[in-house]
């Protein structure tokens, strides 16, 4: 089974620019995480979408970040415009909950290092 | 809001001696996840504890869950050098109405191994 699959692996941009990251969960998963992991920190959950709609974007900074799953597969999560504070590494986990037993147990991605100067 | 604690941040051991990092939450969870993140990879699942008081084993890894649900741990017995890395545990977020399937992790422990 393929596992998450997440481009680019890394990204370095100047402050005030544009990013979008792009996360293909593994095939059948219902619901896919986007995650912030900040050096040192656990990740924190930016975005949940359950198919294509959004569970829960409570810690999305709606000013600049947005993300969609327009088909209920992929999903990309974009930074506009970027500052020094959201160099990180962008987590994309899937997990089968929402289907017919379900689990919630969640299948990271490489992520995507994003540096911002 | 909903936290997740973690100790010690960091561990230094010398291969073969035993480890543990203690985990505790600020409200009673419904159920609990362990996760490994190696150097430079991401999060990989380990293990999720349901039951009050359960007690699960992994080879060398033991996974325990309080009996008020509030607080878990992970014990290495005799480390080996792949045994590096960032352990986090996770509890399920509240959000709204209710569960939704979110994680809340904590800050995570490292574990470095001298050979």
């Known amino acids: 089974e393929a596992g998450v699959a997440q481009s680019p692996r890394y990204k370095i941009i100047e402050k005030r620019q544009s990013v979008a990251f792009w996360c293909n969960p593994i095939?059948?998963?219902?619901?896919l995480y986007w995650y912030q992991q900040i050096l040192g920190q656990g990740p924190k959950l930016l975005i949940q979408f359950q198919n294509n709609g959004v569970v829960d974007d409570s810690q999305l900074p709606k000013d600049r970040f947005s993300a969609e799953r327009l088909k209920g597969v992929d999903s990309t999560l974009k930074i506009q415009p970027a500052k020094l504070e959201d160099s990180a590494v962008y987590l994309c986990?899937?997990?089968?909950?929402?289907?017919?037993?379900?689990?919630?147990?969640?299948?990271f991605g490489p992520g995507t290092r994003l540096t911002v100067l | 809001g909903q936290q997740v604690m973690q100790i010690p941040q960091y561990q230094h051991v010398q291969e073969g001696e035993d480890f543990t990092t203690y985990c505790n939450s600020s409200?009673?969870?419904?159920?609990i996840q362990w996760y490994k993140q190696r150097p430079g990879g991401h999060p990989v699942f380990l293990i999720q504890l349901v039951k009050s008081g359960e007690v699960k084993k992994q080879k060398r890894l033991t996974f325990q869950f309080g009996e008020a649900k509030k607080n878990s741990s992970l014990h290495i017995t005799a480390t080996q050098t792949t045994d590096v890395g960032t352990y986090f545990c996770?509890?399920?977020?509240?959000?709204?109405?209710?569960?939704?399937?979110?994680?809340?992790f904590g800050q995570g422990t490292t574990l470095q191994v001298k050979p």
């Open positions: 996770a509890g399920p977020g509240v959000y709204g109405s209710g569960n939704t399937g979110k994680l809340i």
């Open positions: 986990a899937s997990s089968s909950l929402g289907r017919a037993g379900g689990r919630n147990t969640q299948y």
């Open positions: 095939s059948g998963h219902a619901t």
């Open positions: 409200t009673t969870l419904s159920n």
